[in-house]
């Protein structure tokens, strides 16, 4: 009983030591660069190709970097490696649910378009709720709400 308790005490110890040395990287929304991008196992070009992104624009999540190296995460959850030069500050969203395209930052202007739940939709602008997009044939205002990434 005592020698339970002694090494959980230890335990204890050497995890409150060590919680200063592990770094997080802040979470934070990228864009892909390019129209192919291959995502790693480990942040290394001699890490073996896990999965390549084949669309351009598309926002993911940043959640650990090791040099110039940025571990993220998609709206899928599906993680790897990205060499940095391959990634660019966000400027992009997917809608979580289908979406009325306004003429207006307004729900009583006039509707343009339905936008479908998971289409990349390119960024202009933000104000409060609500952001100017574009896609390949329309550019309107949508909602903030229920969206993957960021608008910050």
Same mark, same amino acid.
């Given at each position: 009983?005592?020698?339970?308790?002694?090494?959980?005490?230890?335990?204890?110890?050497?995890?409150?030591?060590?919680?200063?040395?592990?770094?997080?990287?802040?979470?934070?929304?990228?864009?892909?660069?390019? #129209? *192919?991008?291959?995502?790693?196992?480990?942040? +290394? /070009?001699?890490? &073996? !190709?896990?999965? @390549?992104? %084949?669309?351009?624009? =598309?926002?993911?999540?940043?959640?650990?970097?090791?040099?110039?190296?940025?571990?993220?995460?998609?709206?899928?959850?599906?993680?790897?490696?990205?060499?940095?030069?391959?990634?660019?500050?966000?400027?992009?969203?997917?809608?979580?649910? #289908? *979406?009325?395209?306004?003429?207006?930052?307004? +729900? /009583?202007?006039? &509707? !343009?378009?339905? @936008?479908? %739940?998971?289409?990349? =939709?390119?960024?202009?602008?933000?104000?409060?709720?609500?952001?100017?997009?574009?896609?390949?044939?329309?550019?309107?205002?949508?909602?903030?709400?229920?969206?993957?990434?960021?608008?910050?």
């Amino acid at each position: 009983m005592f020698v339970l308790k002694y090494i959980k005490l230890i335990i204890l110890i050497l995890l409150t030591l060590s919680f200063p040395l592990m770094t997080h990287a802040k979470e934070t929304f990228l864009s892909l660069k390019k #129209d *192919k991008v291959n995502v790693r196992y480990g942040p +290394s /070009f001699d890490s &073996p !190709i896990k999965f @390549i992104y %084949k669309k351009i624009n =598309l926002p993911i999540k940043q959640i650990d970097n090791k040099e110039n190296w940025r571990r993220v995460i998609d709206l899928k959850n599906n993680s790897g490696w990205i060499h940095r030069s391959q990634l660019k500050s966000i400027n992009s969203i997917i809608p979580l649910d #289908d *979406k009325i395209l306004f003429s207006k930052p307004s +729900s /009583f202007s006039r &509707p !343009i378009a339905k @936008i479908k %739940k998971g289409r990349v =939709l390119l960024l202009l602008k933000c104000e409060k709720k609500w952001c100017k997009i574009k896609t390949s044939k329309f550019k309107g205002w949508v909602k903030t709400e229920n969206i993957w990434g960021s608008i910050n």
